[in-house]
């Protein structure tokens, strides 16, 4: 029997990583597995920013509608558990063990051996279809149509949220390339719901719609009013739907929101029972970790996984709604194949001091190579060898009445609570 670190373990350590374009593997693993996936339902959701926090709003609807509700993400922030839900529970230690297991002694069988990846998607099928779940909100890894996660056969709802210019050696150099390589998880005959876009990446969603059948909805951007907003929260309005409250922050939630609830009206379209009470409160209940995340109050001490142009775009409005007038501190990690000069260069008149560290990544730049590129263009900066340095050194900086800003990349986030609760706890 394994214990769970060698279960953990076995998955991130016996596989090839990265990615490896193509469905044979994970179709074949999951043959091995009987199909397990052929017995599910989903909401398939791909996008460049926003798919987490959408797939996390999605499921909290419908498991307060009373659905065996799945949900699967990716990265995970703090532990592996988090990337497999169900009902609003990560994956316990014994089933993780026991899934892991039963999926290994076929995965070792392959003549090609699976992607970290896949093995994981096969993982979370096997494991939802021995939970009977009702629906499975399953987060896409990247792309689309050669996703691991595109072995399903048609969804419940096909979405696409927010796109942009990320992994475009893989996915083509244009936002319409992209949106095309993220358009073949819609299937024939099915059903799409996509975030408003321009009026070429729009016509690309229309194009592949018509060509296949496909009901396309697009959320409902133009009624959307955000009424009010504070650290705890935003109250807005949508459509006919008003006074809802979204603990997530930023004007880009709202939007995340809007396709959720575009989501929300075409599964009851199709016969899923979700009540505007279900809908309500399963937007006040969710919880998603990482994005603009108060993680503490006493000091202010904000982590965001942002780590691309619109993410940094959606931060600065974020720190220009929700920190006006509070000095930030931001303390900050990149990954060395980043345009960290991009993404860097909106937010530093917002912010007073760069605190950098150096994520846990093989793609990690050095703390000291990222003040010293921040120090050549204009902005105080200091980089410090470990996580507990920096950290304290950020709460230092900002003393009583600043905020410590964590961003750059999801990579340092969990090393940094870390280092965060361990101060705390002394």
């Given at each position: ?348 008149e917002l912010v007073e001091q760069f605190v950098c560290v150096t994520p846990d990544s093989p793609r990690k730049l050095e703390a000291k190579l990222l003040a010293q590129y921040l120090r050549d263009n204009g902005a105080k900066a200091e980089g410090f060898d470990t996580m507990p340095e920096g950290v304290a050194a950020a709460l230092s900086q900002a003393g009583q009445d600043g905020v410590v800003l964590c961003f750059g990349s999801l990579y340092s986030i969990g090393d940094i609570k870390a280092a965060l609760d361990q101060m705390k706890n002394r």
């Amino acid at each position: 029997m394994l214990t769970v670190q060698q279960a953990t373990d076995y998955i991130h350590s016996k596989f090839r990583k990265g990615a490896a374009p193509g469905l044979h593997r994970v179709r074949e693993l999951l043959a091995m597995l009987g199909n397990p996936e052929k017995k599910l339902k989903f909401v398939h959701i791909a996008g460049t920013n926003g798919k987490g926090s959408t797939a996390a709003m999605t499921a909290s609807i419908l498991n307060h509608a009373g659905y065996r509700t799945g949900l699967f993400t990716s990265p995970f922030i703090y532990r592996f558990h988090e990337r497999i839900q169900f009902c609003g529970e990560q994956i316990g230690d014994e089933d993780l063990v026991t899934v892991v297991e039963y999926v290994r002694n076929f995965a070792e069988t392959m003549a090609e051996p699976p992607t970290e990846f896949e093995l994981v998607c096969g993982i979370a099928m096997e494991y939802y279809a021995r939970k009977k779940a009702d629906i499975v909100v399953l987060e896409v890894g990247m792309g689309g149509a050669l996703d691991a996660t595109n072995a399903i056969e048609c969804p419940e709802v096909a979405v696409i949220t927010n796109i942009g210019l990320d992994h475009t050696d893989a996915l083509g150099d244009t936002v319409e390339a992209i949106a095309m390589a993220k358009a073949g998880i819609f299937k024939e005959n099915g059903t799409a719901v996509v975030y408003r876009a321009s009026e070429s990446v729009e016509q690309v969603y229309e194009q592949v719609c018509a060509e296949k059948n496909i009901r396309l909805h697009k959320a409902d951007f133009d009624t959307l009013v955000r009424k009010s907003h504070s650290l705890e929260g935003q109250v807005f309005d949508c459509g006919q739907r008003k006074d809802l409250f979204l603990p997530l922050l930023g004007d880009h939630q709202l939007h995340n929101a809007s396709v959720v609830l575009s989501i929300a009206d075409a599964l009851t379209g199709q016969g899923w029972r979700i009540t505007e009470e279900d809908i309500r409160e399963g937007l006040a209940a969710v919880t998603w970790p990482g994005r603009f995340d108060i993680v503490s109050r006493d000091p202010l001490f904000i982590i965001d996984g942002g780590h691309n142009p619109q993410c940094i775009e959606a931060l600065v409005k974020n720190i220009q709604d929700y920190l006006a007038g509070r000095r930030v501190i931001a303390l900050v990690g990149v990954l060395a194949d980043k345009d960290y000069g991009e993404m860097f260069r909106p937010v530093m008149e917002l912010v007073e001091q760069f605190v950098c560290v150096t994520p846990d990544s093989p793609r990690k730049l050095e703390a000291k190579l990222l003040a010293q590129y921040l120090r050549d263009n204009g902005a105080k900066a200091e980089g410090f060898d470990t996580m507990p340095e920096g950290v304290a050194a950020a709460l230092s900086q900002a003393g009583q009445d600043g905020v410590v800003l964590c961003f750059g990349s999801l990579y340092s986030i969990g090393d940094i609570k870390a280092a965060l609760d361990q101060m705390k706890n002394r």
